[in-house]
């Protein structure tokens, strides 16, 4: 799995050279030059902060897991790569790999500088993680 930007997405290079199947996009827009049609999109636009709808948060998480379940490599993308990805994608790690929200937040502080989730984010990400039970797939995911 990798966490990035709306940037990241609109380059069919970075895309390609990943082998990234499956993009779970989390803006309200696509990237300018839109989607490459080689990959799937999976559209859960989510608002940064505390206005952001929960039962959005938990679309993204379940589509994000679903993909992961599937064998996909996914790139989930926000605006910057800062909040609402890595806040959907630490989620869906709790979820597929058994482990505590805190871990994954930390790792992904280690692979993405960047990372910086708005506390209502981490706040609903907590709570989402302790709602679904772990799925334990043994499938490794790294937050890149």
Same mark, same amino acid.
Do not use: Y
């Given at each position: 799995?990798?966490?990035?930007?709306?940037?990241?997405?609109?380059? +069919?290079?970075?895309?390609?050279?990943?082998?990234? !199947? #499956?993009? &779970?996009?989390?803006?309200? =827009?696509?990237?300018?030059? *839109?989607?490459?049609?080689?990959?799937?999109?999976?559209?859960?636009?989510?608002?940064? +902060?505390?206005?952001?709808?929960?039962?959005?948060? !938990? #679309?993204? &998480?379940?589509?994000?897991? =679903?993909?992961?379940?599937? *064998?996909?490599?996914?790139?989930?993308?926000?605006?910057?790569?800062?909040?609402?990805?890595?806040?959907?994608?630490?989620?869906?790690?709790?979820?597929?790999?058994?482990?505590?929200?805190?871990?994954?937040?930390?790792?992904?502080?280690?692979?993405?500088?960047?990372?910086?989730?708005?506390?209502?984010?981490?706040?609903?990400?907590?709570?989402?993680?302790?709602?679904?039970?772990?799925?334990?797939?043994?499938?490794?995911?790294?937050?890149?």
């Amino acid at each position: 799995m990798f966490v990035g930007t709306i940037e990241d997405a609109d380059r +069919g290079a970075f895309l390609e050279n990943h082998g990234i !199947e #499956t993009v &779970v996009s989390l803006t309200h =827009s696509p990237p300018d030059t *839109g989607f490459p049609e080689t990959v799937s999109v999976r559209q859960v636009p989510l608002t940064d +902060g505390p206005q952001n709808d929960r039962s959005q948060f !938990e #679309t993204a &998480v379940d589509t994000l897991v =679903s993909a992961l379940e599937s *064998g996909e490599t996914v790139l989930v993308h926000c605006s910057r790569g800062a909040s609402r990805s890595p806040s959907v994608a630490a989620t869906a790690l709790v979820i597929v790999q058994d482990t505590s929200i805190e871990q994954v937040f930390e790792q992904a502080a280690d692979h993405r500088k960047a990372c910086d989730p708005h506390e209502a984010l981490v706040r609903q990400a907590v709570a989402a993680g302790r709602q679904w039970p772990s799925t334990r797939s043994g499938r490794n995911c790294w937050l890149n």
